[in-house]
């Protein structure tokens, strides 16, 4: 298949420190080139994933947002390039939107984040000829009567991540700074159960630098350190030296790349169930998910001793860019088969 790839317009791919959706939209690229597929991927400029890129792409343009100018420029930009596919897989908001692609071009497309009410609005004025993923079974259940074509769930490259012995026999956090993603919570967490706190996070814009300049900065001290946004490299050097990863997000999160991450360099995670967690998360095998301060601290010191070769494994089987690639391929088969219905009214 001739498949092409629009990645939102926000970051480089791969994304150079953190980013989500940039991390899975270059495995997708690359895997799907591996097994003998033809890629052209539309990126911010600056991108380094190993396929064929579209060119003259727009430079990232910095923070996130929906229905942006430098979205709509992004898209329109990507899809007058993308006349010579089979089928374009968009990672954007506002590509499946755009009315100047071409009528024929089958379209599927991922929705990253919540089906909120206003996005979830959005949706369902799809046409007919986008088939929409979710990402997992609860950001499914959210979707309110739009037509899911799948649930797949995101797949790192193992190969990239080394196993860590977690001799560190400290607790490791990483995400952003949000209240969501409860990096107050983890210290609260790690400092009544008496581990020392590793913490990582991009903290981009006024409202996040405020949250960390109040919530979290006078929590700070010997026993937490805030280690600022790091690399690939460093953050599997930080998750795979952690006895525990520490995940006490406060919303109903769709997915949850960081807690794979954690997996696949043999960690066990901890952290609340909420959102998609309980889908990558054995209870009791390859973490704990808990729901108060004290039951995670509890959690915590049992997760320490559970088998990091069990957390590998799970990654292995359950989330290998392999696998991704795979339900990807049998998805857009359907699609250009027409044996699947699209999403849409």
Known sequence: MRIGLIAPPWLPVPPPRYGGTEVVVDGLARGLAAVGHEVLLAAPAGSTCPVPLVPDMPKPSGMSGTWSAAELYHVARAYAALTDVDLVHDHTVAGPFFRYRPAALPVVTTNHGPFSSRLGDLYRLMGPDVSMVAISHRQAADAGGIRIARVIHHGIDLDAVPVGDGRGGYAAFLGRMSPDKGPREAILVAREAGFRLLMSAR?????????????????????????????AVEKYQLMGGAAVF??????????????????????PVVGTGSGAAPEIVDDGVTGYLRGTVRELAEAL?????????ACRQAAELRFSIGRMVADHVSLYGEVLQGRLPPSGR
Request: avoid cysteine; aromatic fraction near 8%.
């Open 301 to 309: 010191v049992l997760a320490s001793a559970l088998d990091r070769r």
């Open 203 to 231: 903290v981009e814009g006024q409202e996040e630098t405020d949250y960390f300049d109040s919530q979290v900065a006078p929590l700070l001290g010997p026993d937490v350190e805030f280690l600022g946004e790091l690399t």
């Open 246 to 267: 520490l995940n006490p997000i406060q919303w109903p999160e769709p997915f949850g790349l960081v807690m794979i991450e954690a997996l696949a360099t043999g960690t």
